[in-house]
């Protein structure tokens, strides 16, 4: 690093020290230890004084309209200046103290390198969070990622984490704290150190197409139920769920089907089942068990004047006895209603057709701590119709995204996607989804990380009208103000497709080394089944091609969910003949391929609460770590599937795991941890109850 002219006394004191010590270090050990990466961080220590009255370069930042003020304080953690931001009310908006988004001052970086940030600070608020932008060549500087949260203290403390991968087409980054609560923050001695590992050895990958398409087993025995929806239980058990399964014999004859999935032995358990759960809803509750509401009522009417009828019956599964117990019932009868867990542990269900076939238009809201769903004068009510299956995904600030993504026929009127806010009891509608009437049976993901607030919607159909299922994605940014969705790079076309042709019934699962597997589909309703698969990258907004397909079809009443052991399992097949596929297919992506998994040695507690540091060791270098919420998939529609990064302080193969202060990034309930190495090779996971 070139030395600079605004370098103050104090930072040249410090390196005459350091020169004196390392001098002493050579003369008494025979070969001196490895140098700690120089300090990339320009003025870290605060002391050189700009003539705005503020570090030289560092600068005042962020929005909103609560009261602020930035110091220059004397309580400094070293020397005699440190950074003091207070914030007089938690209100929309933060203020942060950014390094200089110019050439000089902004630390250079590495694509593909990893840095350890460091930061002594203060802090009378844990709303606080380290965020980063990065300078991309293309497009200038953009906002890059939050990483750890920095816990209450009134004496200074260190905080230390580690950066994933720097993305391509980055020259630069900056960073500091940002304050986003009432309270006051201060900061002092900015350190920024290059650790990027080694790749281990170069074995290369032995295991042909299987290294980058990964490699697709149909499993020597199938599933003794219609798997229409599929739940990973915290024990690592499958919970599939049929109901009647779409069989009007079953259905007339009161036949109901649940089994659960042992994938290590391959096992299946029956389970009694209370009622037609045949297109429900289901979603992971704080403690793990599974809370199922609706179902069908009724097949529709032989001359069909009236179609299916929604049950209002709810019932909870619980994997420490495979059973389920009945709990109140919701309002109204729902049939394809959506299932979002809240940042407190509540769930809101939306949509599907009620008792009597319509449109189902009540809030149901299910309070956890009272293990009921509330009446309807007790949950706020907009009284509107939000479709079948619509997919809510739930943001950093609790309020509900609404996709765009259903089930069935057209999009809602209007723009077609919104963001509901439950509390203030408003709709705003969200502009820019291509087609809104041709995105039946899309699917939508929250991407990797979660901290980053990005959706990714990605194809559909429309059952009634029937055109060849698109190719559009779409994308957008939850974190703007006023988010509008922008159009994304097409998805891949399957053998024999022409360039015109995507998919309906897409399947998308969220991996651990960051990527979005898609896979199964069809063309048309419930017909011509679409071999293509794809690895969608969070970083670059590109798919790549050419996957490993499933050879068996996957379409209507089909799923594909991620396994603790990081390979996909893909369920299901409904068919316009009637017929149910109960084959198992299981998916080993590329990262399988590339040497050794990364191992999960110790994990001291399994139980973490927000803003806490947690411990675990390791076996070796550890690029990234995340917290995966367990699928609970049916309809191409599982709006809480998360992928929570885990910003790092790494000691050796000892690593503290900062999970974030908001509920909203991480509702309360049981994950997937993986650590993910080299090559983007992850652990098996380990399981962690978050809240
Ligand atoms: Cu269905």
Known sequence: ???????????????????????????????????????????????AMGGDGFPVCWERSGWGDSPYTFDVTTQAHTGTKAMQITLAQTAPGDRKAMMLEDASC???????????????????????????????????????????????????QHQVVRTPQVPP???????????????????????MEDVTQPAPGTTACTAGTACTKGVWQVMPFNTPVRAIHAVVLHNGDVLLVAGSGNNLDDFAAG?????????????????????DLFCAGHVQLADGRVLVMGGNKDYPSADGTVGYKGLPDSFVFDPATNSYSRVNNMTAGSWYPSATVLGNGDVISLGGLNENSSGMVATQYFDASQERW????????????????????????????????????????????????????????????QNKDERDQSMSVLLPPAQDQRVLTMGGGNIDTNPDANRLTDLID?????????????????????????????????????????????????????YEASMFDPVTNTFTAGMATDPVPRGYHSSAFLLPDGRVMAVGNNPGDGTFDMRVSVYSPPYLFQGARPQILSMPDNTWAYGSANTITVDGPVLKAELIRPAAVTHSSDPNQRFVDLPMTVTGTTISLNLTSNPNLAPPGWYMLFVVGANGVPSVAKWVKVG
Request: hydrophobic content about 40%; proline content about 8%; aromatic content about 10%.
């Open 255 to 275: 036949t109901f089907k649940t089994a659960v999935y042992r994938p290590s032995t391959g096992t299946f358990t029956d389970v009694p089942t209370p009622a």
């Open 374 to 433: 509330l009446g309807l004068n007790e949950a706020n009510q907009t009284w509107s119709f939000w479709g079948l299956y619509p997919s809510m995904i739930l943001m950093q600030d609790g309020r509900l995204f609404y996709t765009g993504s259903h089930v069935f026929g057209n999009g809602l009127p209007g723009t077609g996607a919104s963001i509901y806010n439950y509390d203030a009891n408003t709709i705003t509608p969200v502009s820019g989804l």
């Open 478 to 530: 939850l974190k703007q103000a006023a988010p509008v969705y922008t159009a994304g790079p097409l998805l891949p076309t399957g053998a024999g497709q022409t360039p015109s042709q995507g998919k309906m019934y897409v399947s998308a699962v969220l991996l651990p080394d960051g990527k979005v597997f898609e896979t199964g589909g069809a063309l048309h309703n419930r017909a011509d089944p679409v």
């Open 1 to 47: 690093m070139t030395p600079r002219p605004w370098l103050s006394a104090r930072n040249r004191r410090d390196i005459g020290i350091l020169v004196v010590l390392s001098l002493l270090l050579t003369l008494a050990l025979p070969s001196p230890p490895a140098s700690a990466g120089a300090n990339l961080v320009a003025n870290g220590g605060l002391e």
């Open 106 to 156: 902004a630390p250079t970086v590495t694509p593909g390198h990893q840095y350890d940030l460091g930061v002594w600070y203060t802090t009378t608020t844990p709303n606080t969070v380290m965020t980063v932008f990065r300078h991309d060549v293309a497009q200038g500087w953009v906002y890059w990622t939050d990483l750890a949260t920095l816990p209450v203290t009134t004496s200074y």
């Open 169 to 191: 087409g980055t020259d630069q980054i900056v960073w500091g704290v940002t304050i986003y609560g009432a309270g006051t923050l201060r900061t002092d001695d900015y350190t």
